[in-house]
C-alpha cells in the first residue's frame, strides 16, 4: 500500500466523521424522497396525474439530488482538501520529510490526491450508487452522467493540486489566499467539464479529422483527455518538486498532441459558427491552434516561471552546452515556439485556393492578426517573467497580471471611440490595420520586455557577485 | 561516506556557499559550526538532496545525491531545525508511516518501530497522539522518525534548540548511542559546548565558505565514557609549553598533545586512577600546574580561531 495514501486515510477517515458525514448524506436523501414522493403526492391531490408513476418520480428526485450532493462533496469540498494537500504540510513543516522519503513522484502524486479527499470519496461512493440507479434515462445515459461527474470531480483536484504544487515550487508560503486561488480555480475546470455532461445544446456536427462525432461521445472524450493531461502535469509538478530530474520533453509532447488535436478539428458545425461568414478551414483550424498554445503557453508562464536563479542557469547552460541547456529552458519558450508554428501554419493556410469569397472580400487583416496576437503573447509572457524575476515578485506579478486586463478589456472598450486604431494597436490586434500598423506595436512592446527582462536578470547576478566577493 | 565536491549555491540574490569542497569520514560525528547566515543550512539541505547547488556534486555512500536524490535517500537521515509532526497520528502511526515511507520491508517494520522508539526513550508513548507531546519528546519523535530506516548518514539541522539542559544530555546520549549504531553524523548547533561531548570532527563555516575542517577525537563519546578524553592543563610560573609537553610524552597513557600558549590540551586513554597519577607525576616532574580537567572547549577554540582568522585574512581558503 502506497504510505502516502495510507496516511492520508489515518488523518482523514476518522470513524466519527465518516459516521456524521454519510448520515447527513443519508437524511438528504431520504428527505427529497419524501418530499417528491408519494407524500407530497398526498399533499397535493392531483399531482400524480402529472408525474405519472409517483414512485419513479421520488427516485429521479433523489438521483438529481445524489448528483448535487455529489458535486458538493466531489467538487467543493474534495477540491479543498486537493488544494491544500501540499500547502499544509509546507505550513506544519512536515514537507521537508516527505521530500526526503523514498516515495516516488508517481505514488505521492496518487497518494495526495486520492488521500488527502479521502473522506469525500467515500461519502461520494455512497451517494453514488442511488445517483446511478434512479438516475433518469437510459442505463448508458446513466453511466455516462456519472462518468462526467467522476471526471469533474478528479480533474478538479488535479488542477487544484497542480496550482497548490506551483506555488510549493516557487516557496511561497502557506496563506489562506494560495489556497482558495487553488481551490477556485479547481472548482472551475470542475464545474467546466460537469457542466459539459449534457452536450452542446441545438444541431451539432463536431469533426475530427473528417470523422463527424456525437457530441456526447466528443465532449466525454474530451473531458478525459483533459483529465489525463491534467494528472500527468501533477505528476512532472511532483518530480520537481522531490527534486528529481525533470526535462522539458513531456511537456513538448503535450504541446504537439494539442497542435494535433486543434489542427484535425472542424468547428464550423458548431450552431454559433453556423452561418458565419468563416474564413478558409485550414486558416481557422490554425487560430484554434494558436490560441491553444498561447493558452498553454500563459499558464506555463505562470504556474512554472524561473526565477532570476532559474534564468542564469539557463543562460549559463546555453553558453556553455547548448544542447544541454534544451533540458532547462523555461516551458513556456516551447509553447511560444509552437505558437510561432501555428503562425505559420496559419499563414500558409490562408495562401490556399479553399477560402471563402467573402471572408477575403472584408476589412479583417488575416495575414498580420495571427502574428500580432503572437507578438503580444510574447510581451505578455516575457513581462510575466520578468515579474517573477524579481525576488519580491508577489505585488509585482499581479501588476502585470492587472496590466493584461486591462490592456485586453477594460482600456479597448474605455478607450475605442476615442482614440485612433494606430494607437489601440499598442494594446490589442487591431485587425483592421495594414500589416506594419498591427504587427510593430506589439513588437516593440516584446523588445521592450525582453529588454526589462534581461535588465533583471543582470542586476540580480551582479548583487550576486557584489555580494560573494564581499564574503570572500 | 560524504563526498562534497566544488558546490555552489546562489539564492536569487544572494551567494549562499561557493565553491565547498570536503569528504567527511565513515564513523564521525562532525559539528557544522559557523555564524548565522554562513551557509550550514543551505550546505545539509545540499547534502540531503532538498535544495539544487548551482554547480559541483554531492555523493553519500558513492551516489550521487543530485542525479538520484531517491536512492540517496535510502542512506540519508535529515532533521531540519523547524521540523514538523502529525499532530493527529499517534507515536506509532507516526514511525509506521516513515518507516513504510524511506522503504522498511513490511515484516521488519514492528520491529523497526520498536527499536527506534526504544532508542529514543519512547517505548511507553507509543500509543499517544504526537501533538500531545512534549518539546524534549517531540524532539526524539522527530529524530526517531528520521533513524527508522537506519540511515549511513544523519544529517542534524540545531537538534538542541529549544530543549532543556536535561533533554539536551540526552540527546547527546542519543546522538552517541546512534553513532555507536555506526552512522556516520554531521551535526549543526550554535551551542557548542554541547558538541564537545560527541564531536569527533568540526567542520567551520563562514561567509558561505569552508574555512577549517580538523579531527578532535577518534570517537565520540570517548569524553563520556571515562576511558578516554581530551583533557587541559594550564600551566604557571617559569614552566615553559615544552617541559609539559615532555613530561606529557613520557606517559603512555597520552596522545596527541597539542600546546597552546599557557594551556597544553592532550588525549588521555586511561581510567580515573590513572588520570590522578598523571597530575601527581607532572607535579613531580616541577611542573607548576595552575588548573587540570576535561577540555570542554575544543570546538570553540577551533572555532573562533577560524572564524577570526577568517576574518582577518579574506582569501584563506580550506
Redesign the interface.
Known amino acids: 500500500?502506497n504510505?502516502?495514501f495510507?496516511?492520508n486515510l489515518?488523518?482523514e477517515t476518522g470513524p466519527f466523521r465518516l459516521f456524521a458525514l454519510a448520515a447527513a448524506a443519508l437524511a438528504l436523501l431520504v428527505g427529497a424522497y419524501l418530499v417528491a414522493g408519494p407524500a407530497l403526492i398526498g399533499v397535493l391531490p392531483g399531482l400524480n396525474q402529472l408525474v405519472g408513476d409517483p414512485t419513479q418520480f421520488a427516485r429521479v428526485a433523489v438521483a438529481g439530488m445524489a448528483e448535487g450532493l455529489l458535486a458538493v462533496f466531489l467538487i467543493l469540498w474534495g477540491t479543498r482538501s486537493a488544494a491544500d494537500a501540499v500547502l499544509s504540510?509546507i505550513g506544519?513543516?512536515?514537507w521537508?520529510?516527505?521530500?526526503?522519503?523514498?516515495?516516488?513522484p508517481w505514488a505521492m502524486s496518487w497518494g495526495k490526491l486520492l488521500g488527502a479527499p479521502a473522506a469525500a470519496w467515500i461519502i461520494a461512493l455512497v451517494i453514488l450508487v442511488p445517483a446511478y440507479l434512479w438516475g433518469a434515462g437510459t442505463e448508458a445515459e446513466a453511466l455516462r452522467r456519472l462518468a462526467f461527474i467522476l471526471l469533474a470531480a478528479i480533474a478538479a483536484h488535479a488542477a487544484a493540486f497542480a496550482i497548490g504544487l506551483s506555488f510549493a515550487l516557487r516557496r511561497e508560503t502557506r496563506s489562506r489566499a494560495v489556497v482558495a486561488f487553488a481551490h477556485l480555480v479547481g472548482i472551475l475546470v470542475g464545474f467546466a467539464l460537469f457542466s459539459s455532461r449534457d452536450g452542446i445544446d441545438g444541431p451539432v456536427a463536431l469533426g475530427l479529422y473528417g470523422h463527424v462525432l456525437p457530441p456526447e461521445r466528443f465532449m466525454l472524450a474530451l473531458a478525459a483527455i483533459a483529465t489525463f493531461w491534467l494528472l500527468v502535469a501533477d505528476y512532472r509538478l511532483m518530480r520537481q518538486a522531490?527534486?528529481?530530474?525533470t526535462a522539458p520533453w513531456v511537456w513538448i509532447v503535450f504541446l504537439a498532441f494539442l497542435a494535433a488535436l486543434t489542427a484535425g478539428l472542424d468547428i464550423t458545425g458548431l450552431p454559433m459558427i453556423v452561418g458565419a461568414v468563416m474564413p478558409p478551414k485550414g486558416y481557422l483550424a490554425a487560430l484554434l491552434m494558436l490560441l491553444a498554445m498561447l493558452v498553454a503557453t500563459y499558464a506555463a508562464a505562470v504556474v512554472l516561471p524561473p526565477?532570476?536563479?532559474g534564468w542564469?542557469?539557463w543562460a549559463s547552460a546555453m553558453r556553455r552546452r547548448p544542447l544541454r541547456a534544451l533540458a532547462r529552458t523555461p516551458i513556456f519558450l516551447y509553447g511560444l515556439l509552437f505558437a510561432a508554428g501555428a503562425v505559420v501554419y496559419g499563414l500558409v493556410a490562408l495562401g490556399q485556393p479553399d477560402g471563402v469569397s467573402m471572408w477575403r472580400l472584408s476589412s479583417i487583416n488575416g495575414e498580420a492578426f495571427p502574428i500580432a496576437l503572437f507578438c503580444f503573447a510574447i510581451r505578455d509572457t516575457l513581462l510575466l517573467a520578468a515579474a517573477f524575476?524579481v525576488?519580491e515578485k508577489r505585488g509585482r506579478v499581479i501588476g502585470v497580471l492587472v496590466f493584461i486586463g486591462l490592456s485586453y478589456l477594460v482600456l479597448p472598450l474605455a478607450l475605442g471611440r476615442v482614440v485612433p486604431a494606430e494607437v489601440l494597436a499598442f494594446l490589442v490586434p487591431a485587425i483592421t490595420l495594414d500589416t506594419m500598423a498591427m504587427i510593430v506595436p506589439p513588437a516593440a512592446e516584446a523588445l521592450v520586455a525582453l529588454i526589462l527582462l534581461v535588465a533583471i536578470v543582470r542586476r540580480?547576478a551582479r548583487?550576486?557577485?557584489a555580494?560573494?566577493e564581499r564574503?570572500? | 561516506m560524504i563526498s562534497i565536491d566544488n558546490l555552489t549555491f546562489d539564492y536569487p540574490t544572494k551567494r549562499a556557499l561557493t565553491e565547498v569542497s570536503c569528504t567527511i569520514a565513515a564513523g564521525s560525528v562532525t559539528a557544522l559550526v559557523g555564524p548565522n547566515g554562513a551557509g550550514k543550512t543551505t550546505l545539509m539541505r545540499c547534502l540531503a538532496g532538498l535544495d539544487q547547488p548551482v554547480t559541483g556534486a554531492v555523493t553519500v555512500d558513492d551516489v550521487d545525491v543530485l542525479a538520484k536524490p531517491r536512492l540517496a535517500h535510502r542512506h540519508i537521515g535529515y532533521l531540519r531545525d523547524l521540523f514538523g509532526l502529525y499532530d493527529e497520528l499517534s507515536v506509532r502511526r507516526c514511525l509506521a508511516f516513515h518507516a513504510a515511507a524511506f522503504g522498511v520491508a513490511r515484516a521488519e517494520r514492528a520491529s523497526r518501530i520498536a527499536w527506534a522508539a526504544a532508542a529514543l526513550g519512547l517505548t511507553d508513548r507509543l500509543g499517544e497522539k504526537a501533538g500531545r507531546l512534549s518539546r524534549g519528546l517531540r524532539q526524539r519523535l522527530a529524530i526517531a522518525q528520521v533513524v527508522i530506516h537506519k540511515p549511513k548518514v544523519l544529517l542534524l539541522d540545531e537538534p538542541a534548540s529549544g530543549l532543556d539542559p536535561e533533554a539536551r544530555m540526552e540527546l547527546s546520549r542519543f546522538i552517541v548511542n546512534l553513532n555507536g549504531e555506526g552512522m556516520t553524523i554531521l551535526v549543526s548547533s550554535h551551542i557548542l559546548a554541547e558538541l564537545e561531548d560527541y564531536s569527533t570532527d568540526v567542520l567551520i563555516v563562514s561567509g558561505g565558505r569552508i574555512v577549517d575542517h580538523r579531527h578532535l577525537h577518534d570517537r565520540a563519546g570517548e569524553g563520556l565514557s571515562g576511558r578516554s578524553a581530551w583533557l587541559a592543563l594550564r600551566f604557571v610560573g617559569e614552566t615553559t609549553a615544552a617541559a609539559v609537553e615532555a613530561s606529557l610524552r613520557r606517559h603512555d597513557a597520552v596522545r596527541d598533545v597539542l600546546p597552546d600558549g599557557d594551556l597544553v590540551r592532550f588525549r588521555f586513554v586511561g581510567t580515573a586512577e590513572e588520570r590522578a597519577g598523571l597530575l601527581a607525576a607532572l607535579v613531580a616532574d616541577g611542573i607548576a600546574v595552575a588548573s587540570f580537567g576535561e577540555a570542554r572547549d575544543l570546538v570553540q577554540d577551533a572555532y573562533l580561531k577560524s572564524v577570526r582568522r577568517a576574518a582577518a585574512a579574506p582569501e584563506v581558503r580550506p
Open positions: 500500500m504510505p502516502e495510507t496516511r489515518w488523518l504540510e506544519a513543516g512536515t521537508d520529510g516527505q521530500r526526503l522519503s523514498m516515495i516516488g522531490l527534486a528529481v530530474p526565477d532570476a536563479l542564469r542557469r524575476a525576488p540580480t548583487t550576486v557577485r555580494g560573494a564574503a570572500g
